[in-house]
Structure formats: C-alpha cells, structure tokens
C-alpha cells in the first residue's frame, strides 16, 4: 500500500507510521503529518526555509508549509523515523463525549 493512501485514511491517520530511509536517501513528509520522532540515526529536515537535525529519540513538530518539508539520512547508520498526526479538535454542532466509566455508570 502507497504511503499516501494510508495517510488518507481517516483510521490510520492517528496511527504512528514508521520509516527507513538509507545514507544520503530523502523523503517528503506529507502534509497531514505535524510530528516527527527519529527513532535511530541523524535526519536533516527542511521545512518552511528551516533546517533541523534531529538524532535518536529526538523529537520535532513539523510546521505547515506550502513547500512541504524534506527528511534526509545524513548517518551511516540507517535513519528509522517516525510521522504521526496529531488530531486538531473540529466541532460541527454539537457534540456531546462520553468516557467509558460515565456510560457503565449511566447503564446500571
């Protein structure tokens, strides 16, 4: 399945999606995602004129860009990475939430 059809799901939206990409490999983060974590080697990411390098275990929120943002490897060792989307809250109407310790209450 093409990375950006899982990105288009709704269900695997929230879902961390993890990559590799070799020495001197590049990607370009889709839109949707905001956050970023490196998870093993050094990443060197361009977004909005910006650089950032980033090493293990190290995190960053990826600004909205018209350009997109770029990650590249720039270790020997392989880059393995991290994208996620964090939710922005969107109501339309009203929405009433309930957690599961309010619904087991209200059913006894």
């Known amino acids: 399945m093409k990375l950006s059809n899982m990105l288009r799901s709704r269900q695997n939206l929230l879902c961390p999606i993890v ?3 070799n020495q001197n490999q590049s990607f370009r983060i889709p839109q949707l995602v905001n956050e970023l974590q490196v998870l093993s ?5 361009t977004v909005a004129g910006q650089d950032i390098i980033l090493t293990h275990q190290q995190m960053a929120s990826i600004p909205h860009s018209r350009d997109g943002a770029i990650i590249s490897s720039i270790s020997q060792e ?3 990475f991290e994208l996620r989307h964090k939710p922005h809250s969107v109501i339309f109407g009203k929405i009433t939430l309930f957690s ?8 006894k």
Do not use: D, M, R, S
């Open 78 to 80: 392989p880059l393995v």
């Open 41 to 45: 080697g050094c990443a060197w990411i």
């Open 19 to 21: 990559i590799t990409l």
């Open 100 to 107: 599961p310790q309010k619904i087991k209450e209200e059913n």
